[in-house]
C-alpha cells in the first residue's frame, strides 16, 4: 500500500516502530503501557455500526487498505483486544490478531517482538458461539452470573470463563478484569454498546478514528449505530478530546485523540 500522509502532528512524533511500520504509518507510534485505547471507522454522517448480517467496518471503510494496516498495528501493540458479542456475532470467523487483517505485514509486525493479544469477548447473555474461532484459538469471555451458567462446560479448553456478578457489567468491571489477567495495554473495537461502558465510566485513554468518505444514512430505528449508544454525555458531563495527530490516504483521515475531562481542555 501507498504510505499514509502525515498532516498533523501535536508534537514531535516519536520513534517507536521498524522502519518499515514507520514508513507506511508515515512517522512513528508510542503507546503507553498503561492505556485503554479504541479504533474505530465512522461514515462522514456518524454511522459507525450497521445491523447483522452486515459487516460494518469493511463496509464503512470500503476495505481501505491503510484501515486495515492501522487495524493491524493497533492489534499488534495491544496486550489484549476487548470486543462485545455482537462484534464477534457479526464476524463469526474473525481472528482478533495482527495478521487476520494485515497478512501481507505479518512479518513486519513480528519485528514489534510482541505476542498476539488476547482476545476478551464481553457478553451479558452468555450467548456466544463457543465454536468460533476466536474462542477455539482461547479467549477470555467475560459474563454474568447467568451467563455463565448457559456457558458452563461449553467452550473450547483453549477459552476461559469468568462472571462479573448479576447485572450487565460496568465498563470498570471489565477493564479490571482485564488488567487482572496480567494485560495493561488493551484496544477495543467495540461495539458502540461496549464502547458507551467504558465512556460512561471515563476509561477511555485514546480514540483512533477513521473518518471514511462516505455517507451510511438512516431511517428511524434502523439499528444503524454512532460510535457509543446506550449513555448521554451532554448536557453538562462533557468529554473532551485532545486531537493528537491526522493522517490521510486517499480521501481516508485518521485521528487520533486522547481524553481530558470536563473543562480540562
Known sequence: MEPMRPLFDASSPPTGLPPHLAELYGGGLELPPDLLYANFVTSLDGVAALPAPARSGALLSGRNPADRFLMGLLRALADAVVVGAGTLRAEPGHLWTPAYVSRDLASAFSELGRPDPRTVVVSASGRVDPAAPALERGALVLTTD?????????????????????????????L??????????????????????????????????????????????????????????????????????????????????SFSRSGDE
Open 146 to 174: 447467568g451467563g455463565a451458567a448457559r456457558l458452563a462446560g461449553r467452550l473450547p479448553h483453549a477459552s476461559s470463563l469468568r462472571s462479573l456478578g448479576p447485572q450487565q457489567p460496568r465498563g470498570s468491571a471489565i
Open 176 to 257: 479490571e478484569a482485564v488488567r487482572a489477567e496480567g494485560h495493561r495495554r488493551v484496544l477495543t473495537e467495540g461495539g458502540p454498546k461496549l464502547m458507551a461502558a467504558f465512556m460512561e465510566d471515563r476509561l477511555l485513554d485514546e480514540l483512533f478514528l477513521t473518518l471514511s468518505p462516505l455517507f451510511a444514512g438512516r431511517r428511524s430505528g434502523d439499528g444503524r449505530l454512532a460510535l457509543f449508544e446506550g449513555v448521554e454525555l451532554l448536557p453538562g458531563d462533557t468529554e473532551w478530546a485532545r486531537l493528537l495527530s491526522v493522517r490521510a490516504h486517499g480521501s481516508h483521515l485518521f485521528l487520533r485523540y
